[in-house]
């Protein structure tokens, strides 16, 4: 891939991120329509309380929700199914869901929904879990508008509607919902159930990344990178992207790097942007981005951004075999498919030229270095 496919490739993949959406775990009675019974604010509280459990504070929630405490019932659920205070126990976990779902709990006709959606601890079921969705998005609650918007974008246990999903993201969002905000962020961006508008795209992009969240941050700093809805601002591209790359987001940490190797400022043609630029994108790859690993190879083999990049066919090579590595641990599960199908059909044309230029021997030290990195950066995923 030459510089001006890279950079090519590099503006395809802000448009595919950019457009489209994401999907949690995905006709109720106009769900909203009622004051929520549990607020954002509240379903924050019992999260962050299911969080702090201990082993004998679980015990006593048990006891309570043996008692028919349905509070309790929701936290021990929730603490069976992370199996962070416990071994996680699936079958536990969708017996105590269920139950706090049929006193009529949103948050665990929610949940319920969604191990019906995953076919977790009981039978696959997309309608049923349409069904537990509706149930809580009709009490207001907020996380189930926004499952239960997803299930009608996908047509999933449910006919596919545009306009609806894109009501009930709205509904979530104007709680406070980030996966709502988000969700109807890239509504607006491909114009799906909503008029297509970039501006209103950015804003809502800008409350997610506003509360933290590392997609919302990426999309906004996307937004003022390409100058989507928003006027082109590559300081501040800089500044929501950082935030993402510093929460650990591989994806924030990969446009932070490619950030650093445009011109004008803030990326620049000197050695330190450079190096900012190399380690931005080692970081990514780090947590498993196999996109940033490819690019890595191209910057070291010369193919792309000859500044202040001593060209060395082995580490190009050690970074092609690594983004194949990392392919098979779902490094581009992130990227869009038309990414990835692109950087998997030009690979092997990449390490074929590195093992006929490096000979047998180099290309085997290659493969040990690739190796060698993988083994002390990257956690194998768990099965």
């Not at 202040?308 to 194949?324: Q, R």
């Amino acid at each position: 891939m030459d510089r001006r496919r890279a950079v090519a490739a590099s503006a395809v993949l802000a448009m595919a991120l950019f457009g489209v959406g994401r999907t949690e775990v995905v006709r109720a009675q106009e769900p909203g329509t009622l004051t929520p019974v549990v607020t954002e604010a509240r379903r924050r509280e019992i999260m962050q309380a299911a969080r702090a459990l201990t082993s004998d504070t679980l015990a006593e929630t048990v006891r309570r929700a043996e008692a028919g405490d349905v509070e309790a019932q929701v936290l021990a659920g929730i603490a069976f199914l992370d199996g962070e205070v416990v071994p996680r126990d699936v079958d536990k976990a969708a017996s105590w869901i269920r139950a706090a779902a049929e006193q009529g709990h949103p948050i665990g006709q929610n949940m319920l929904g969604n191990l019906y959606n995953s076919g977790s601890g009981i039978p696959q079921d997309p309608v049923k879990a349409v069904e537990w969705f509706g149930k809580a998005a009709a009490q207001g609650y907020a996380q189930a508008q926004n499952n239960l918007g997803v299930a009608y974008r996908h047509g999933r246990g449910v006919a596919a509607n545009a306009a609806e999903a894109a009501r009930l993201f709205r509904l979530a969002a104007e709680q406070g919902n980030i996966s709502g905000q988000v969700n109807l962020a890239f509504a607006y961006g491909r114009g799906d159930g909503v008029p297509r508008s970039q501006r209103d795209a950015a804003a809502w992009f800008r409350k997610a990344a506003e509360q933290g969240d590392p997609d919302g941050q990426i999309q906004i700093g996307l937004a003022y990178h390409q100058g989507w809805g928003v006027g082109k601002d590559k300081g501040e591209a800089e500044r929501w992207y950082k935030k993402a790359s510093d929460q650990g987001d591989a994806t924030g940490s990969y446009f932070y790097g490619l950030l650093y190797l445009e011109k004008p400022a803030p990326g620049r043609t000197d050695p330190i942007g450079t190096q900012i630029a190399v380690e931005a994108l080692q970081l990514s790859a780090t947590r498993g981005y196999a996109v940033a690993a490819y690019v890595l190879g191209d910057l070291f083999s010369g193919r792309i951004f000859k500044y202040h990049v001593t060209e060395d066919e082995l580490a190009a090579c050690a970074w092609y075999v690594t983004t194949s590595s990392l392919d098979k641990q779902g490094g581009f599960d992130a990227a869009p498919p038309v990414v990835a199908e692109e950087v998997r059909k030009d690979l092997p044309k990449r390490l074929e030229k590195s093992r006929k230029d490096l000979g047998a021997r180099l290309y085997a030290e290659c493969e040990r270095r690739a190796a060698s990195w993988m083994a002390a950066h990257v956690r194998k995923k768990q099965e």
